[in-house]
Structures are given as C-alpha cells and as structure tokens.
C-alpha cells in the first residue's frame, strides 16, 4: 500500500495532474452536452432551432414554458422548505453540566441561526442549491479557503469527478474544480500578511504580468523599465479594474486529493487552464512581450505535503435530488426531476406548436385556382364587403377543408399534463384539475399520498444539508477563524455564559429544522387544521405551540409568530426545582431533608437561596426583628445548602458558581445574625424588668427565651462546626487532588520515558536493518 508521501510525490508533477483533469473533461464531455439541453429547455428556448425550424417549414417556434414553470414550482417548494422556518437548524449539547445542558444548547441555536439570517451568502446558497438539485440532480457547494464559514455554489459543469464515484463519496479520492480568478481576487489571495504558503508566487506573478500587459496601454519610452515604485502604483490604483469583467480571468484547475487512506487528508494543486507542454517553468521578462499563452507547467498553488483538510466533508458538500432506480447510486448516474419532465415537457412543447400553426391554418382564405393567371387575378383581387372574385376562381368550402381532430388533440394535452403532474407530484404541490369536489376523507388521503412523496424527497435533501451545516458549524468554533460571522457568534455566546470548551461541534447534535409539510402549502395547512382540532385536548404549553405554526403558516413570518405566541413561552420549572419549592416549608421546620442521587442540586440551592432572600429581605422591611421559629428555620436552610453545595463542590466545571452561590448566603445569613443579636438584647431587656409583673409568667416566657436561644446557639455551633469541618474536607480534597496530580505526572513521565526509550530502540533497530540491506545489496552487486 502506498504511503501519504508517496500518493502526495505522485501528484507534483503538473503535467500529471493536468492529463488527469483533461482525460474528465473528455468523459464529461456528452453529459455536458445532454444538461446543455436540458438547460435550453428551462430557460424557454424554442423546442426547435433555427436550422431545422427552417428545413421544415416551422411557421410557429415557441416554448410553452410549462417546463420552466414546473421547475418554478419546485425551487419555490425547496426555498419554502429551506427558508422559512425561524431557525434553519437547531443545537443539542451533550457535554457539560448536565442541568445546563439544554440552556447552552438553546444559547448556540439562537446565536448561530442569528449570524446565518443575517447572511445573503448562506441564504443564497441553500436556494441555489435547491435549483441545481432540482434541474440536474446535483447541487455542489465549496470551500476554496479555510478562512470563511459559508460555501461557495459551483456549477455542476465546473466539477469534475472520476467515473463509477458513489453519491456517498466513499470511494471518492481526487476530483477537480474549474476556477476563474480575476487578476485583482488572484491579487489579493496571493498578498497580505496571512497570505497561504501554498501560492507560486512566480507562477502567480507571471499570469498577474500577463493580464496587466494585455489590458494596459504600454508607455513609449522604456523609463517604467527603471521605476519599480511606479510600476507597482499603477497596479495598486488598478486593482478595481482588473477585478470587473472588461478583463481577462485567468483560469485553472483546482484539484483536490486524498492521502494513501482516509485518515492521511486531502491535499491541494491548481494548475493553469491551459495546456502543459514545456517541461520547465520560463519566468516571463517583466518589461518585455508576453508570450502568446503563458508557461504553466509549475503549479499555480501547492500545498506540498501539508494538509489542506483532514477529510472531504470541509472542502466540498453535493445535495443530491436523485430518482435513479438502480443502485448502488453513482454520481454520474443521477437522475433529476429536470431529466424526468423534459421528454413530456419537449413533446408538449412541439404539440403546442403544431397546435397553434393549425389555428392559425384555420383562419387562412382558401382558393382552387387552375392556373398561375388565377393566382395573379387573386393577388390583384379586392376581397372585402364589397370585393369581387375573378371568373375561374373559386373558394374552397369549409367543409372541403382538412380538420384536425380535436378530441385527439384535446387527449394529447391532457395525457401530458396528467404525466408531468406525476412525474413533478414529489417535489412540487400538486395542481391538478378535478372533475368533482371531494369530500374531506378524499382530501385528506389525498394530501397523505403527497404528503409522502414530498416529506421523503424533502427528508433525503435535509439529511444532506444536514452534513455541510455540520461544517459551517465547525468552522464557525474555530477560534483563530478570521471571518467576522465566526467572531461574532463565539462572542455572543461567551457572553450569555457559553464555556468556551461547549463550543465544540463535537459535543454537538445538530438537527435540521423541518417546516411543515416540507414547503408544501396545501399539505401544510391540511396539517394546521388537523392541528387545530387537537388543540383544545392538548395542554397549555402545546396549544401555544399548534398558535405558534399556525400563525407562521398563515402569514408565513417565523419572526410575528415568535412575538405573538413564543415557542418558549414561560420558562419551564424542572422536577427539582418543583421539589425544591414544597420542601422550603419543611426546612423552615427545622426538620432535616435527605438528598436523593437523581436530583439536580444546582435547582434546590437556587429556590432554596430565592426562598430565604425573600423570607429575610421581608423581616427586614418589616422592622428588623424575626421570630425564634424564623431564625431556626433559616438556620436550618443555611446548613442544608452549604450541604448541598459542598456536593456540588467536587465538580471543578461549577467552582465559580459555588463561589457564587456562598457569597449570596452568606450576606443572609448576616441578616440572620444581626437578628440573633437584636433577639438577645431584647431577652436581657425583659429580664432586666423582671420585678415589675407575675413572676410566675415571666419566668415561664425567661424560661422559654432561654429554651430558645440555647437552640439557636447550638444551631450556630452546629453551622460553625459544619463549615469547620467542610474546610477540612476541602483541603483534604485538595491535598488528595495534588497527590493524584503527582502520581498521574509521575506514571506520564514513565509512559513517555518508556515510549522514548522504545522508540530510540525502533530506530537503532531501522538503522541497523538499512545497513545489513545496503551490505547485502553491495555484496550482491560483488558476486555479480
């Protein structure tokens, strides 16, 4: 098997991969010509040209534009489909504090489909995607830099792929793309402070040189010859002309290949369009004339034995509309809805032809004449109200006249509309004519039969757009990613609290947001009812979600339907949070609460920390003063959820919320002190007035106070004891934490001794058997 280095060897050599792209452009050949005919027929070019149109006597050449408005009816499907739902994709976070989860997960979604809205290019690409897949099959999208977030389309005929490749791409491994750099975008890829190593810059020099000497005025005199500084301001101010389409592009070949196996990358050459003959490179003479076409036989770029990417999914992405029924399915052998309607759709086109030729037949004057001097007398002849027809002329009758058969002619036009309503029913919305109205059973089988032709066609071009959203979303996480939709998506969502270590698509599930109906508004709103008539059997959170798609499905606006019946609506209460409320009665008791291992502690300590707030902020509005009952009570929260944080403790991820966390009780619990405090200078204020009342009943509210307070001080010995000793265990934790730390460097740094050590011994071993090789080889060469 071959090595990286070897396949990589293999393709420096330009002309190589020159003949390569030339051997798919011959075999791309008659495909390229059978979707130049399929093109000529939506775009409403007549179904005959003008030679055969002449040689048969065509009076009446016209496309019917039912094809191209077939085609219209399916892109508008796929945009409907692709579009108009609020969020094109939506975020599940599976790494991470399990209970902030779905919070990261709804942040990503918002902030990523935000940066997406706002971007034409993105929106711009799903649509013309659509329209590939819809006329031939294949909608292919590009990445030619690493620095963007969103593809580029590129033309079915600008892809060259290797016969008998899957629509999987599993067997896929070099395809190349036709690029046409204008000198000022060649200009700027090839300059600048990040400018890719990859680019020969003489090569790059050389077609930048050609272009400006065929398109500037060349001066008499040689002086620019000796005024550098010159030369390159006139190039400087030129670049926004050489950008626009009076000049000439310079073309080439991006081409694209895989390591030995999956796993060694792909790799990057371009070459020039032009053919590679000369076997060295010749540096065009700056000042001098250019040569007819420029020398191309070094590469235009080269990534050399870098990697340009780690796998096919982050250069290039095909969505396929495939309706091929022999599998496995290959990528040449695609069938379109394009390809599906074009034999009816030509038909159609040259009946509607025949058709109105004979319409316009039928409102000729026919005469029988016997000669040529009655066809002069005709032509002289007056033939109006008051006209006379010549003698030996004669008109010939209606019923003497051909007729074509209209009954024929009207079964003709039927059977091709009632085939390209099927051919076109599992991508666009069916409008066929009926002969009566159907009852509402019959609508609805109706519209499940559509329904399953468009959600299955719909289903597989999601499941692809699925797989490129992936990428953009990788992209959009790399950090040092210089496109300013990336940027702005890291930081917002930093800000609402994202860690940076979640913005990893692979801790991500990404699922594409699917419209009802699969942009098929008939079906869509079929479904609405069906949805309404559920609703008043349905709970509150799922009625104001069927308002929410029932609004958006009738004025088509995700954005009115999220400001009149929001899909969050109320923020939801989990079970511990619920738990957490009716247990704040219980602690407020000074009864004890067990924690059990399913509950989410972050949810108890949040309502229990509101709870006391409240209850604390409230005494103090009051007047400053609380009950005894009240201050065990508080005692008995405070030590409940320092229990509770202390769990939480252990996980390093959630070190700042405790700290947090603490810092909010342990200003309440001040509170609650100064309440201790108040409390007691008011019992030593009654016994100080002891004498003056019953002494019996004083001395049973004394004996009682003194209860009272021996329960709070032995709360607050408690509580000290509880924070003594969960000091203890934290410095414990820690020093085991250090200890743990020690021995894992100390078992590293023998698993990497170990590994040098076996690796020196690899390569003494390597040398040893490349020396016997050579001592053979030249003992060998001895005998002989």
């Not at 002309?241 to 990057?268: E, H, L, N, Q």
């Not at 496995?328 to 030729?357: A, I, Q, T």
């Not at 040098?756 to 490349?770: N, S, V």
Request: charged share 25%; glycine share 6%; proline share 4%.
């Amino acid at each position: 098997m071959s090595t990286a280095k070897e396949v990589t060897d293999r393709w420096d050599n330009a002309s190589l991969v020159n003949q390569q792209v030339w051997d798919w452009r011959l075999a791309d050949l008659p495909r390229g010509e059978n979707r130049t005919i399929l093109d000529r027929l939506y775009n409403g070019d007549p179904p005959f040209d003008e030679a055969l149109a002449e040689e048969n006597q065509v009076e009446i050449n016209r496309n019917n534009l039912e094809g191209p408005n077939l085609l219209g009816n399916a892109r508008r499907q796929w945009n409907s489909a692709m579009l108009k739902s609020g969020n094109f994709f939506n975020i599940a976070v599976h790494r991470g504090a399990r209970n902030m989860r779905r919070e990261y997960g709804h942040t990503i979604t918002k902030h990523i489909n935000r940066v997406l809205r706002k971007s034409m290019p993105y929106k711009e690409q799903r649509r013309q995607t659509g329209a590939a897949v819809m006329l031939h099959g294949i909608g292919p999208t590009h990445w030619d830099t690493r620095r963007g977030m969103v593809p580029d389309v590129v033309p079915i005929s600008s892809v060259m792929v290797p016969s008998e490749t899957l629509v999987s791409g599993a067997n896929i491994d070099r395809f190349a793309i036709f690029r046409e750099y204008t000198p000022a975008q060649l200009y700027t890829l090839t300059h600048g402070p990040k400018k890719d190593p990859g680019w020969q810059m003489d090569t790059v020099m050389s077609q930048w040189e050609y272009v400006r000497q065929m398109t500037q005025k060349q001066p008499n005199a040689t002086a620019y010859q000796y005024m550098p500084e010159r030369i390159e301001e006139l190039a400087k101010q030129d670049l926004g002309f050489w950008g626009s389409d009076a000049v000439p592009t310079i073309d080439c070949w991006d081409f694209y290949f895989r390591g030995a196996k999956d796993t060694d990358g792909w790799y990057r050459r371009i070459i020039l369009d032009w053919g590679v003959t000369q076997e060295n490179y010749k540096q065009y003479p700056a000042g001098g004339k250019p040569p007819e076409k420029p020398d191309n036989s070094s590469f235009l770029y080269t990534s050399g034995d870098r990697r340009f990417a780690n796998s096919l999914n982050e250069i290039i992405h095909f969505n396929f509309g495939d309706c091929s029924a022999v599998t496995p399915f290959r990528y040449h052998s695609v069938r379109s809805l394009g390809w599906m309607l074009w034999g009816v759709c030509d038909l159609e086109n040259r009946l509607h032809c025949k058709f109105n030729e004979a319409i316009f037949e039928q409102l000729l004057w026919f005469f029988r004449v016997a000669g040529n001097a009655d066809m002069t007398r005709i032509k002289k002849a007056l033939f109006n109200h008051m006209g006379v027809i010549p003698a030996g002329v004669a008109m010939v009758k209606n019923d003497e006249r051909y007729k074509p058969d209209a009954a024929l002619i009207e079964m003709a036009f039927n059977r091709n509309q009632s085939a390209m309503q099927r051919f076109s029913s599992s991508f666009t919305q069916d409008g066929g004519k009926n002969e009566k109205e159907m009852t509402a059973t019959e609508t609805m089988a109706r519209v499940n039969t559509v329904n399953q032709l468009v959600s299955g066609m719909m289903q597989l071009a999601y499941e692809y757009e699925e797989a490129k959203d992936y990428e953009i979303c990788r992209r959009a996480c790399i950090r040092t990613l210089p496109d300013p939709m990336a940027k702005a998506f890291q930081r917002a969502c930093l800000e609402d609290g994202v860690p940076e270590e979640i913005l990893d698509v692979d801790c991500w599930e990404l699922t594409e947001e699917r419209t009802l109906g699969s942009g098929n508004k008939q079906i869509e709103m079929a479904q609405v009812q069906f949805l309404q008539q559920l609703r008043p059997k349905l709970g509150p959170d799922a009625q104001r979600k069927v308002d929410h798609i029932s609004i958006e499905s009738a004025l088509d606006d995700a954005a009115i339907a999220e400001d009149l019946a929001p899909l969050e609506g109320q923020t939801k209460v989990s079970s511990s949070m619920h738990d957490a409320m009716l247990s704040t009665e219980r602690l407020m008791r000074g009864l004890i609460f067990v924690p059990s291992p399913d509950m989410v502690y972050e949810d108890y300590v949040k309502v229990w920390l509101a709870d006391l707030t409240q209850m604390v902020q409230g005494a103090v509005e009051s007047g400053g003063m609380a009950s005894p009952a009240d201050i065990i009570g508080w005692q008995t929260m405070d030590r409940t959820i320092e229990s509770f944080l202390q769990i939480m403790d252990s996980d390093e991820e959630q070190a700042d919320k405790v700290r947090g966390y603490r810092q909010q009780l342990a200003q309440q619990m001040n509170e609650v002190k100064a309440f201790v405090q108040r409390l007691q200078q008011q019992m030593k204020a009654q016994q100080a007035n002891g004498g003056n009342g019953n002494g019996e009943a004083q001395a049973a509210v004394a004996a009682e106070q003194a209860k009272t307070m021996a329960e709070i001080q032995a709360n607050q010995a408690l509580a000290a004891q509880k924070l003594k000793n969960a000091e203890a265990s934290h410095a414990q934790k820690t020093a085991q934490r250090q200890v743990q730390f020690e021995m894992d460097q100390q078992r590293e740094d023998r698993r990497t001794n170990a590994e040098i050590r076996r690796k020196a011994d690899q390569h003494a071993l390597d040398i040893t058997a490349g020396r016997i090789k050579t001592l053979d080889q030249a003992t060998e060469e001895e005998q002989a």
